[in-house]
């Protein structure tokens, strides 16, 4: 089945104590984004990466880090979470960027920042 | 700088209702429009895809349209069920690799 993975699906953690979310997606989708998603603020991009080594900042980016070592997967980093950073998060990838292709979303990551 | 609305924020039908939620968009210069289904806490689901060159497809009892002349895209629900509820988000993919999401509709069917 395509899909995206996220792990985990829910963390509790505290102030400070570096922390990885990781991303899997079998598709062989060149584009990844990372999003997270706030009550009354939608949906927000936080980095994104068009392929192995490549990646960006998007609208959010201050407090994470990412990585693109291999295609299928694209890991989002907090090395010192704050208790602002707790939301819930969501991997995307899509196949390109034309007007043909559409995003395909993980499950989420509900983080708590204590 | 484009700019995603959708309307309204929330909405109650009783079961059986035909429905229509709308997303409207400031730049017509857009790659493409996706509409996503998400539940409480839960990811998004991907509903329908229209390109810019497109303007409408249809998914079983949902049907979307685009039109990027007036920045509008409508998805209609025909007859809703219990299960239609959820929050319906659309996307707008402005090119390279931007994409705008709306704030959602929160749509409860009452049975």
């Known amino acids: 089945e395509a899909q995206v993975t996220q792990n985990p699906r829910y963390l509790i953690t505290v102030t400070g104590k570096k922390l990885t979310v990781t991303c899997s997606q079998n598709m062989n989708h060149e584009y990844m984004s990372w999003y997270r998603q706030d009550p009354g603020l939608g949906l927000r991009q936080i980095y994104y990466?068009?392929?192995?080594?490549?990646?960006d900042k998007g609208d959010v980016p201050e407090g994470y880090k990412v990585s693109r070592k291999e295609k299928r997967n694209f890991p989002l980093i907090l090395e010192s979470p704050s208790p602002n950073q707790t939301s819930l998060y969501f991997c995307?990838?899509?196949?390109?960027?034309?007007?043909?292709?559409?995003?395909?979303f993980g499950s989420g990551t509900r983080l708590t920042v204590v | 700088k484009q700019e995603v609305t959708q309307i309204p924020a929330a909405l109650s039908v009783p079961e059986g209702e035909n429905l229509v939620l709308n997303c409207s968009f400031t730049?017509?210069?857009?790659?493409?429009l996706q509409w996503f289904r998400q539940d409480p806490g839960k990811g998004l689901t991907s509903l329908l895809l229209i390109q810019s060159s497109q303007r409408e497809q249809t998914s079983g009892r949902l049907n979307a349209s685009l039109d990027k002349s007036s920045g509008r895209s409508t998805l209609y629900i025909a007859a809703s069920q219990p299960g239609d509820s959820a929050t319906y988000l659309c996307a707008v993919n402005t090119g390279g690799f931007k994409t705008i999401f709306g704030a959602g509709t929160r749509l409860f069917v009452k049975a």
């Open positions: 730049d017509s210069a857009i790659y493409n």
């Open positions: 990466s068009m392929n192995v080594e490549v990646t």
């Open positions: 995307a990838s899509r196949a390109g960027t034309g007007e043909n292709y559409g995003y395909t």
